[in-house]
């Protein structure tokens, strides 16, 4: 195993900070090797805000769905998929000028263009995540910065074709954490097919999900009185207020984008 290899498998999330400052030359590092990442036709859909004020971070740990560790992050950054750019560059450009001329549609930001800043902006997240934690810096991701769409919008003047896809809460972790709080993962037959999809069966799900049960012997209590994971991965998770607000604020921005 070489040292970065070892360094993805260490990692994990961090959300207990120390004191210790990350220092402006590490930051300039890692947005450095951020805007390495690679980006769909070299287009770089993505843009960054940096959350320096105390007050939108303070804001932004309760409208992520009430997170407090946000707020004490030592640095936070979001990450916007960003097709405004494009479009005001096309605008620039005359290119709807040259549509005319030349008699073709102009083409407006659909569906697919959102889709493609998102993976862009993940992309560029996920290189932050990693030349982060060469430094020593961790991080955590907070999806729930989906949510509330109209109040993020208003909050950090996001226009039209922006949609924040992720925030990104780095820092130098706070507390060690053992070998053995490492979160599970599935295994790799899985997640990683060949040549073709493959539906799972009953049987693969119980030997999937084997290791997040508890070990055997140990009574197994399940959130909210549920029977199973599933069952309580639902009623956490995915029916959960945070998930109905998710979608909710999603639906309006996708309307507002169209
Ligand atoms: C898209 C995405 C959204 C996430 N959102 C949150 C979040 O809102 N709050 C949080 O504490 N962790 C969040 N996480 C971190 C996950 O909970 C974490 O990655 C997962 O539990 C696995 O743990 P590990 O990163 O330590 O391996 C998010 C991770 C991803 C990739």
């Known amino acids: 195993m070489n040292q970065t290899i070892e360094m993805i498998m260490k990692r994990r999330s961090t ?5 210790e400052p990350i220092s402006d ?14 980006t769909a036709g070299n287009m770089m859909l993505y ?6 004020s105390q007050e939108l971070k303070d804001k932004l740990s309760e409208s992520c769905d009430h997170q407090p560790f946000i707020a004490k992050a030592p640095w936070v950054l979001l990450y916007l998929a960003d097709f405004q750019r494009q479009v005001d560059y096309f605008r620039h450009c005359e290119v709807q000028h040259l549509c005319e001329e030349r008699g073709i549609p102009y083409r407006t930001p659909e569906e697919a263009d959102l889709m493609l800043a998102c993976c862009d902006a993940l992309i560029a997240a996920q290189t932050t995540v990693l030349a982060a934690e060469s430094l020593g810096i961790g991080s955590c991701y907070i999806g729930d910065v989906m949510e509330n769409y109209e109040v993020h919008r208003d909050l950090l003047h996001l226009s039209k074709y922006v949609f924040p896809i992720t925030l990104l809460c780095l820092g130098r972790p706070g507390r060690e954490l053992s070998e053995k709080s490492r979160s599970p993962r599935f295994g790799k037959e899985f997640i990683v097919y060949k040549d073709s999809y493959r539906r799972l069966n009953s049987e693969d799900f119980d030997r ?3 290791p997040l049960e508890s070990p055997k012997g140990e009574p197994r209590q399940y959130y ?17 207020d945070f998930s109905l607000e998710m979608a909710r604020s999603v639906k ?7």
């Open 15 to 19: 959300r207990v900070f120390s004191e």
């Open 25 to 38: 030359e590490e930051k300039g590092l890692i947005l450095d090797a951020t805007l390495r990442a690679p």
């Open 47 to 52: 843009s960054i805000i940096q959350i320096d």
């Open 208 to 210: 999937m999900y084997e």
């Open 224 to 240: 909210q009185g549920a029977q199973n994971i599933g069952q309580a991965m639902y009623l956490r998770k995915t029916s959960a």
């Open 252 to 258: 309006i921005m996708l309307k507002n984008w169209k």
